[in-house]
């Protein structure tokens, strides 16, 4: 039957339920991304009130935010480039701007203008990362980044900052922090590669080893989380430049559309 003009379709029930769904669908990876920009700017708040560590949190809780809404909204087909882009803005408050305040606040402050100028030098380091990823494909090989990504940087820097729980940095560590500060920059926008773990799989081929891993990792996450989140971020930091120098060749880069966001 033809509808007159001048009136509307009527939606049926199915129909309106079905796009319902996929509103909640879009809805869902849009969440975790503004629960990410969320603990990047109450992090901000924490540090202005000298609540280091707990900042340093709020940046390891980020992560784990920036981590999902990407896994959830290929897993669900709610990708779009709103969200992309969403995530991108996002990520600068979380992982550019409130790591660069936290090394300010915490250790390079005393320091003068060279120190605190390696934390601007962090922030613009990190948004050129961000851009690069957004506008070419991070390398042709799904194994390996260009670069190290923003959330690694930004958990050495929370990791520095829980390994100094209630200890007031002397004068040497406050220098070997800004020397840090200096590196982690320049490691964000340099080419070297870093093992991206998309193509690992271990959950599926050795599930019982996994899970032996997963079990002594919250072990040793619960007894000395400390030293252990420094030793991780920081080695994987490490790595990159140690595939380098032991002469693994080079990742190719190429212009493409970036499809997705895993990590940036």
């Not at 390891?60 to 669900?76: F, S």
């Not at 690694?152 to 007031?168: K, P, Q, R, W, Y």
């Not at 430049?241 to 895993?262: I, S």
Request: aromatic share 10%; glycine share 6%.
């Amino acid at each position: 039957m033809i509808p007159r003009r001048g009136k509307r379709l009527r939606r049926r029930p199915w129909q309106e339920l079905r796009d319902r769904r996929r509103q909640g669908i879009f809805l869902l990876p849009a969440l975790l991304t503004t629960g990410n920009l969320f603990c990047g700017f109450f992090s901000l708040l924490l540090a202005v009130e000298h609540r280091f560590t707990e900042a340093a949190l709020a940046i390891l809780v980020a992560m784990v935010m920036d981590l999902l809404d990407g896994r959830v909204a290929r897993l669900m087909k709610a990708t779009s480039q709103f969200g992309v882009e969403y995530d991108s803005l996002a990520d600068v408050i979380s992982f550019c701007v409130a790591p660069a305040f936290l090394l300010y606040a915490f250790a390079l402050q005393p320091l003068g203008r060279a120190a605190w100028f390696g934390a601007f030098l962090f922030l613009v380091c990190g948004a050129l990362r961000l851009a690069r990823f957004n506008v070419q494909t991070a390398s042709v090989d799904r194994r390996f980044f260009v670069g190290l990504s923003t959330p690694a940087a930004a958990g050495v820097v929370a990791s520095i900052a829980i390994l100094l729980e209630g200890d007031e940095p002397s004068r040497a560590v406050r220098v070997a922090i800004a020397v840090a500060t200096y590196v982690l920059a320049l490691l964000m926008v340099s080419t070297v590669p870093y093992w991206s773990f998309k193509e690992v799989d271990f959950a599926r081929r050795r599930p019982v080893e996994t899970l032996l891993v997963v079990v002594l990792a919250a072990m040793i996450v619960a007894t000395m989380h400390e030293i252990f989140l420094f030793l991780v971020f920081a080695g994987y930091a490490v790595s990159g430049p140690v595939r380098r120098l032991a002469g693994r060749p080079a990742v190719t880069t190429g212009v493409e559309p970036a499809p997705g966001k895993d990590a940036h």
